[in-house]
């Protein structure tokens, strides 16, 4: 049975491609492009990496992850310059990279819109969607596959409102409205209450607060939740702000599914093979230098993440610096860019320390694999996050996790570090809130595995058991799969036999 297919739309997040291209006399890249592999580059976060996992781990159909078209070589972000291609224009076609196995197809469609391929911000972006959209239509209808196009997923506020469009013109085209299903991944309201404070104190500018546009933001959100049939909340958080003002969602389109993990790479090692990486564990320093440290015989923390304030990595190393101070045994790796102000504010409050810190730039999927093996304790420290892999695939490699506030605890329910009176050998991980106020309960749970090797190892493996059980990306995509297969068979006519119309007066 050929399989039908799946539109995700991941519309500011950029997919950059790791690819060679196919140019022409002149040297200019052509649309056609060598190799399979895609990475990510700015403004993407955990919502591009969720959408690639749920594209490489869908057995049931054919996937197109939609982001609009980037260059990396003319944007400043990137290094690039526009005024290297002056000499020739750039195809403005829609450019497909192709990823295929024996149980899966997937591409990425990457689709121009704004004129040009310089990137764009995700507060910038909506005004350029509907060009967007048209675009990939037309794609759509010159290689026929609208008929195809059984479901449209749209991830955050731009690729939900992408996704209506598409959905809106297949109807229009034939008749049949394709399943719509969205997911926020970090709701506009929720940003809006997290930043009002500051910005009534003054510490965000009036041009700041306009550029995010939260009103038109929370409008755009609450109206692709109603116009969907299944909307997808990462948490039970985000599930009742979903049912409160001021969206007011349907209950009963909404399920809690929180992200998954790549269970093929965030594994444990076997027992030598740690042994051996801890031994002569080799790095990339913030300067990009090649060093190694010898781990064995220490114990180590580890935390990794985008280094932005609210991740608590300042936060964090307070906590550490208090216990490296007691302790010389413990060695503690953490996410750092080169200029960045949180890492320097880590490396002042970590100031003596240098010999047992590694500080960490951008990591591959590899090796962050690597770190969280050679962890005995990974810490999500952040002070309010919507959810967070980085946990479940640091319990994927049988590493203890600590984490503070966040969607993650909220689906998992972690131990709670400030009740003493419950059995922490059945929990799965340790919450502690990690706010600068409550940063001695950081500390008391990060004392409290480290110097207790049977509750820590009981706890990692529980964790390890727990998301091997519950959050692999292909029982994520069956069950989001599953979603869909009910809705259609709650509404037989939805796409039972596609009538594309006919052009009107001959064309």
Same mark, same amino acid.
């Given at each position: 049975?050929?399989?039908?297919?799946?539109?995700?739309?991941?519309?500011?997040?950029?997919?950059?491609?790791?690819? &060679?291209?196919?140019?022409?006399?002149?040297?200019?890249?052509?649309?056609? !492009?060598?190799?399979?592999?895609?990475?990510? &580059?700015?403004?993407?976060?955990? #919502?591009?990496?969720? !959408?690639?996992?749920?594209? =490489?781990?869908?057995?049931?159909?054919?996937i197109d992850l939609v982001t609009r078209r980037v260059d990396p070589r003319i944007c400043p972000q990137f290094g690039g310059t526009y005024k290297e291609y002056k000499k020739s224009e750039l195809n403005y076609k829609v450019e497909a990279q192709w990823h295929e196995?024996?149980?899966?197809?997937?591409?990425?469609?990457?689709?121009?819109?704004?004129? =040009?391929?310089?990137? *764009?911000?995700?507060?910038?972006?909506?005004?350029?969607?509907?060009?967007?959209?048209?675009?990939?239509?037309?794609?759509?209808?010159?290689?026929?596959?609208?008929?195809?196009?059984?479901?449209?997923?749209?991830?955050?506020?731009?690729?939900?409102?992408?996704?209506?469009?598409?959905?809106?013109?297949?109807?229009?085209?034939?008749?049949?409205?394709?399943?719509? *299903?969205?997911?926020?991944?970090?709701?506009?309201?929720?940003?809006?209450?997290?930043?009002?404070?500051?910005?009534? +104190?003054? #510490?965000?500018?009036?041009?700041?607060?306009?550029?995010?546009?939260?009103?038109?933001?929370?409008?755009?959100?609450?109206?692709?939740?109603?116009?969907?049939?299944?909307?997808? +909340?990462?948490?039970?958080?985000?599930?009742?702000?979903?049912?409160?003002?001021?969206?007011?969602?349907?209950? =009963?389109?909404?399920?809690?599914?929180?992200?998954?993990?790549?269970?093929?790479?965030?594994?444990?090692?076997?027992?030598?093979?740690?042994?051996?990486?801890?031994?002569?564990?080799?790095?990339?320093?913030?300067?990009?230098?090649?060093?190694?440290?010898?781990?064995?015989?220490?114990?180590?923390?580890?935390?990794?993440?985008?280094?932005?304030?609210?991740?608590?990595?300042?936060?964090?190393? @307070?906590?550490?610096?208090?216990?490296?101070?007691?302790?010389?045994?413990?060695?503690?790796?953490?996410?750092?860019?080169?200029?960045?102000?949180?890492?320097?504010?880590?490396?002042?409050?970590?100031?003596?320390?240098?010999?047992?810190?590694?500080?960490?730039?951008?990591?591959?999927?590899?090796?962050?694999?690597?770190?969280?093996?050679?962890?005995?304790?990974?810490?999500?420290?952040?002070?309010?996050? +919507?959810?967070?892999?980085?946990?479940?695939?640091?319990?994927?490699?049988?590493?203890? !996790?600590?984490?503070?506030?966040?969607?993650?605890?909220?689906?998992?329910?972690?131990?709670?570090?400030?009740?003493?009176? #419950?059995?922490?050998?059945?929990?799965?991980?340790?919450?502690?809130?990690?706010?600068?106020?409550? @940063?001695?309960?950081?500390v008391k749970a990060l004392k409290m595995l480290l110097y207790k090797d049977e509750l820590r190892n009981q706890i990692a493996q529980n964790g390890y058991d727990y998301v091997r059980a519950n959050l692999t990306w292909e029982q994520i995509s069956a069950t989001k799969?599953?979603? !869909?297969?009910?809705? *259609? +068979?709650?509404?037989?006519?939805?796409?039972?036999?596609?009538?594309?119309?006919?052009?009107? =007066?001959? @064309?």
């Amino acid at each position: 049975m050929t399989k039908k297919l799946k539109v995700m739309f991941s519309t500011h997040g950029l997919v950059e491609g790791d690819f &060679g291209f196919i140019t022409d006399e002149y040297g200019y890249q052509l649309t056609k !492009v060598v190799s399979k592999d895609v990475i990510t &580059g700015q403004d993407t976060g955990g #919502q591009v990496y969720y !959408v690639k996992a749920l594209a =490489n781990s869908s057995n049931n159909y054919n996937i197109d992850l939609v982001t609009r078209r980037v260059d990396p070589r003319i944007c400043p972000q990137f290094g690039g310059t526009y005024k290297e291609y002056k000499k020739s224009e750039l195809n403005y076609k829609v450019e497909a990279q192709w990823h295929e196995s024996e149980k899966i197809r997937s591409r990425v469609l990457r689709v121009p819109a704004g004129g =040009n391929f310089m990137f *764009l911000p995700k507060e910038e972006i909506v005004p350029v969607i509907p060009e967007l959209v048209d675009n990939l239509f037309e794609y759509y209808k010159k290689s026929g596959e609208i008929d195809d196009i059984e479901v449209v997923e749209g991830h955050y506020r731009d690729g939900m409102m992408a996704a209506d469009m598409l959905c809106t013109k297949i109807e229009k085209f034939t008749e049949r409205r394709p399943i719509m *299903l969205v997911t926020s991944h970090s709701l506009g309201h929720k940003k809006y209450e997290r930043n009002l404070p500051q910005y009534k +104190a003054g #510490q965000i500018s009036e041009e700041e607060w306009a550029w995010h546009g939260f009103e038109q933001r929370i409008a755009q959100e609450k109206q692709e939740f109603d116009r969907s049939d299944i909307i997808i +909340a990462t948490s039970p958080d985000e599930e009742t702000r979903l049912l409160a003002e001021p969206y007011l969602s349907d209950v =009963n389109k909404i399920t809690v599914i929180p992200p998954g993990y790549n269970d093929k790479i965030f594994t444990p090692l076997k027992p030598q093979e740690r042994n051996k990486l801890k031994y002569k564990f080799e790095y990339t320093d913030l300067n990009g230098n090649k060093q190694q440290i010898d781990l064995s015989n220490k114990k180590v923390v580890s935390s990794l993440g985008r280094v932005v304030r609210d991740k608590g990595f300042s936060e964090l190393s @307070r906590s550490m610096a208090e216990i490296m101070f007691e302790d010389p045994n413990i060695v503690y790796m953490v996410s750092g860019e080169k200029g960045n102000p949180v890492t320097e504010e880590c490396q002042e409050i970590l100031r003596g320390f240098e010999d047992r810190v590694v500080f960490l730039p951008s990591l591959n999927q590899t090796e962050m694999s690597q770190v969280y093996n050679v962890s005995d304790i990974f810490v999500m420290s952040s002070l309010n996050e +919507a959810f967070g892999m980085v946990p479940i695939e640091a319990m994927g490699c049988k590493s203890a !996790v600590i984490v503070g506030r966040s969607g993650f605890n909220d689906f998992a329910h972690c131990a709670d570090i400030r009740n003493d009176s #419950q059995d922490y050998t059945k929990a799965i991980g340790i919450y502690a809130p990690s706010q600068e106020s409550d @940063r001695w309960r950081q500390v008391k749970a990060l004392k409290m595995l480290l110097y207790k090797d049977e509750l820590r190892n009981q706890i990692a493996q529980n964790g390890y058991d727990y998301v091997r059980a519950n959050l692999t990306w292909e029982q994520i995509s069956a069950t989001k799969d599953k979603l !869909v297969q009910d809705v *259609l +068979a709650a509404n037989p006519q939805r796409m039972s036999g596609f009538k594309i119309k006919k052009p009107q =007066n001959g @064309r």
